[in-house]
Antibody
Framework: EVQLVESGGGLVQPGRSLRLSCAAS????????MHWVRQAPGKGLEWVSG????????GYADSVKGRFTISRDNAKNSLYLQMNSLRAEDTALYYC???????????????WGQGTMVTVSS | EIVMTQSPATLSVSPGERATLSCRAS??????LAWYQQKPGQAPRLLIY???TRATGIPARFSGSGSGTEFTLTISSLQSEDFAVYYC??????????FGQGTKLEIK
């Protein structure tokens, strides 16, 4: 079964850091681009960041550029999001999502995890 | 940044009727447009990619059309399980992908 499981969320104070992880299984992880998408409580979806299959191409939303860093470890079938200088507006459910086509970043997202909640509050 | 605008924000339709949801891009995204369905407490599910191709396991009552800046998701005969929030997303403008704000499809 193809599966993505996020972890690492929690309550953190403004200005602090947090690292999210996404464990992938059931598919050849290093064939696909991966992404992070977030959803603030009661709001819509916001693409946060994406990374190509070989980490050669990386992108960020303007709202997180310079504060968040995406990375992957293909040997461990894992995706990460290092979040620094967290703000109240970063409070959201963070989803990990898989690109639908092999070896390209220009794809839709066909598999999603259940998300990990990040709350930024003092 | 490409802005995706969905309309209407809320659509009230009776079961068995047709629903038509719209998505407009602020500049051309070619056919690199996806539609997702999200139910309360669940992760989004991919319905349509490439503007008009149904994802695996998606019923034929879901169809997508359009290219460039204007796109439509049509649900031909609404079932009870189709009432949800629908999002469009452009994946043409790397490295900055964007979602629409969503359309809530509710029972009339």
């Amino acid at each position: 079964e193809v599966q993505l499981v996020e972890s690492g969320g929690g309550l953190v104070q403004p200005g602090r850091s947090l690292r999210l992880s996404c464990a992938a299984s059931g598919f050849t992880f290093d064939d696909y681009a991966m992404h992070w998408v977030r959803q603030a409580p009661g709001k819509g979806l916001e693409w946060v960041s994406g990374i190509s299959w070989n980490s050669g191409s990386i992108g960020y939303a303007d709202s997180v550029k310079g504060r968040f860093t995406i990375s992957r470890d293909n040997a461990k079938n894992s995706l990460y999001l290092q979040m620094n200088s967290l703000r109240a507006e970063d409070t959201a459910l963070y989803y990990c999502a898989k690109g639908s086509e092999m070896a390209t970043i220009t794809t839709a997202f066909d598999i999603w995890g259940q998300g990990t909640m990040v709350t930024v509050s003092s | 940044e490409i802005v995706m605008t969905q309309s209407p924000a809320t659509l009230s339709v009776s079961p068995g009727e047709r629903a038509t949801l719209s998505c407009r891009a602020s500049q051309s995204v070619s056919s690199n447009l996806a539609w997702y369905q999200q139910k309360p407490g669940q992760a989004p599910r991919l319905l349509i990619y490439g503007a008009s191709t149904r994802a695996t396991g998606i019923p034929a009552r879901f169809s997508g059309s359009g290219s460039g800046t204007e796109f439509t998701l049509t649900i031909s005969s609404l079932q009870s399980e189709d009432f949800a929030v629908y999002y469009c997303q452009q994946y043409n403008n790397w490295p900055l992908y964007t979602f629409g704000q969503g359309t809530k499809l509710e029972i009339k």
